[in-house]
């Protein structure tokens, strides 16, 4: 689903008009009437730079998803909360935007380092993303948490078996396939039931790809 079409929600409003149940998961559809069952991405967001911030890093890029998306813009809110919670300066050098692609983690990373820009951290937006971003710090010669600490978002199955294993935001996707299963029978059963709108809470898995760091000196 491209960033555009992420809203284009017209067509499950027309299946509403024909009596038809309708639970919309994995895109925050804010759309009165509808169903919606998602994860809590600003509480998400939060999470993975407080991570960051409590092993004491300072300067953190973040390298987004696509502007249009929800999730991109709470994930980014989450890290905006976090970083100015803990008074901590801002720096838009240090905010890419990419795809959700391996590519948009690795050549943004290649940006921030042609820059030579001041950071210790990176927080990705998903897995693929920081999996690029790893293959872009040791293509220059740096390591894995030692030299730049990096977490991503979503913990696919691969990202246990990156190198180093990836440290990263659970979203619990079974949790959800099952609670979308249930209300829709719940609405075949009970056309009256009230739409409403689901928030799952994520998990910090923490593995291998971060480390803590002298806050003084970073």
């Not at 024909?18 to 919606?36: A, D, K």
């Not at 943004?108 to 693929?128: C, G, M, Q, Y």
């Not at 719940?186 to 480390?211: K, W």
């Amino acid at each position: 689903m491209s960033a555009s079409c992420e809203n284009e929600y017209n067509h499950l409003l027309r299946l509403k008009e024909f009596g038809i149940p309708v639970v919309t998961t994995g895109h925050h559809i804010v759309v009165p009437g509808l169903t919606m069952i998602d994860v809590d991405n600003v509480g998400g967001g939060r999470k993975a730079t407080q991570y960051l911030i409590g092993l004491g890093h300072r300067h953190i890029a973040m390298i987004t998803g696509p502007s249009g998306w929800k999730s991109v813009s709470d994930r980014s809110e989450g890290y905006l909360q976090a970083m100015q919670a803990a008074a901590l300066p801002i720096d838009p050098d240090l905010i890419l935007e990419g795809t959700w692609l391996h590519r948009a983690g690795y050549e943004n990373t290649r940006l921030l380092l042609e820059k030579k820009a001041n950071f210790s951290a990176i927080f990705a937006h998903n897995d693929r993303i920081a999996r690029g971003v790893i293959h872009a710090l040791y293509e220059a010669g740096l390591k894995v948490p030692e030299d730049i600490s990096v977490i991503g978002y979503d913990d696919i199955p691969e990202a246990e078996f990156s190198d180093p294993p990836l440290t990263t935001i659970r979203q619990p996707a079974e949790e959800i396939g099952q609670e979308a299963t249930n209300l829709l029978i719940q609405m075949i059963e009970d056309p009256s039931i009230v739409p409403t709108q689901i928030f799952f809470d994520t998990q910090l898995v923490v593995r291998s790809s971060c480390r803590s760091v002298d806050y003084e000196k970073n």
